[in-house]
């Protein structure tokens, strides 16, 4: 579990944070092995960056994603994919709740 304010402005990097920290937390020492891990998101855009499906799209968002890459790449059981909005509705919820409140963004595993 982890907790993290993220700016409201831009969209994009909210996502790829989120996704990052989420890396980060699968390849810490702490994390147990053994099993695969999805990441979702509802950012078909930021789920292609991280993919490599496309380019990087926004260069100031190149350091994070390239990151993420390397983390995917040395971990080898983590997997970003696409998800719709109306598939989670949960974080979708949390998300408007944050924008709308400046609540800090709780992430947290089912």
């Known amino acids: 579990m982890f907790f993290s304010s993220v700016s409201c402005c831009d969209l994009f990097k909210a996502e790829i944070s989120a996704i ?3 890396c ?3 390849a810490s020492p702490n994390c147990p092995t053994g099993f695969h891990v ?3 998101s509802d950012s078909k855009s ?3 960056w991280v993919n490599n ?3 990087i799209g926004n260069v100031k968002n190149m350091d994070a994603i390239l990151d993420i890459r390397e983390i995917i790449k040395r971990v080898g059981f983590i997997k970003v994919q ?3 909005r109306s598939d989670n509705t949960t ?3 949390l998300a408007k709740l944050r924008s709308l409140s400046c ?3 709780e992430v947290w595993d089912s």
Do not use: N
Request: charged share 10%.
């Open 24 to 26: 980060m937390l699968v």
């Open 20 to 22: 990052l920290k989420a």
């Open 46 to 48: 930021v789920v292609a």
């Open 91 to 93: 974080a979708d919820v």
């Open 53 to 55: 499906v496309v380019g």
């Open 38 to 40: 999805i990441i979702e």
């Open 103 to 105: 609540l800090v963004q």
């Open 82 to 84: 696409f998800v719709p």
